[in-house]
T-cell receptor, first 113, second 112 residues
Framework: NAGVTQTPKFQVLKTGQSMTLQCAQD?????MYWYRQDPGMGLRLIYY???????DKGEVPNGYNVSRLNKREFSLRLESAAPSQTSVYFC????????????FGNGTRLTVT | KNEVEQSPQNLTAQEGEFITINCSYS?????LHWLQQHPGGGIVSLFM???GKKKHGRLIATINIQEKHSSLHITASHPRDSAVYIC??????????????FGKGTKLSVKP
């Protein structure tokens, strides 16, 4: 019963390096999301995908790209990491109906030096 | 202006106490979620409310749509309830759950 699997758990990057955060869910959900969580702030949406092949920008998309590879997988890419992207990143998935619960991955703690 | 405000920001209680965490919002919503973030960082959904009241074990969540307010109550609190509790609202104009707005969370510590 894996739910939402997110990798890696920790990552340290130097400014300008690139990396991809991976997320996969096994609940057959159409909707998937990437959030970032910063101290003193609520979770903020980076990108979301309502279905395979579609993606939409959230509140803080700058500096990120996403790819909905198939129904299971939704990856987040930092092309040129910046210290402002130091954060904890969460992937989540849900069904589409109003009020369906969100299922979160365990998070990735990213530090950009 | 924050559209979702939680209070208190931090809360320390003794084991067994009754706990209330509040969430106020300033926009029209179609649903409100309560989430729990464990000290290790994982986040789980506790409740979704669009009206009334829900109960699960020692947790009770209520919502008053007219007053734009929700409360999360914990009865007979226990140290394992120590976590950050997050309120999130789904905006009324629909679309996917990409339009959830999250509060900053209430950090609860229950002492034995």
């Amino acid at each position: 019963n894996a739910g939402v699997t997110q990798t890696p758990k920790f990552q340290v990057l130097k400014t300008g390096q690139s990396m991809t955060l991976q997320c996969a869910q096994d609940m057959n959900h159409n909707s998937m999301y990437w959030y970032r969580q910063d101290p003193g702030m609520g979770l903020r949406l980076i990108y979301y995908s309502a279905s395979e092949g579609t993606t939409d920008k959230g509140e803080v998309p700058n500096g990120y790209n996403v790819s909905r590879l198939n129904k299971r997988e939704f990856s987040l890419r930092l092309e040129s990491a910046a210290p402002s992207q130091t954060s904890v990143y969460f992937c989540a998935s849900s069904e589409e109906y109003v009020g369906s619960p969100l299922h979160f991955g365990n998070g990735t703690r990213l530090t950009v030096t | 202006k924050n559209e979702v405000e939680q209070s208190p920001q931090n809360l320390t209680a003794q084991e067994g106490e009754f706990i209330t965490i509040n969430c106020s919002y300033s926009v029209g919503i179609s649903a409100l979620h309560w989430l729990q973030q464990h000290p290790g960082g994982g986040i789980v959904s506790l409740f979704m409310l669009s009206s009334g009241k829900k109960k699960h074990g020692r947790l009770i969540a209520t919502i008053n749509i007219q007053e734009k307010h929700s409360s999360l109550h914990i009865t007979a609190s226990h140290p394992r309830d120590s976590a950050v509790y997050i309120c999130a609202v789904r905006l009324h104009y629909g679309g996917s759950q990409g339009n959830l707005i999250f509060g900053k969370g209430t950090k609860l510590s229950v002492k034995p």
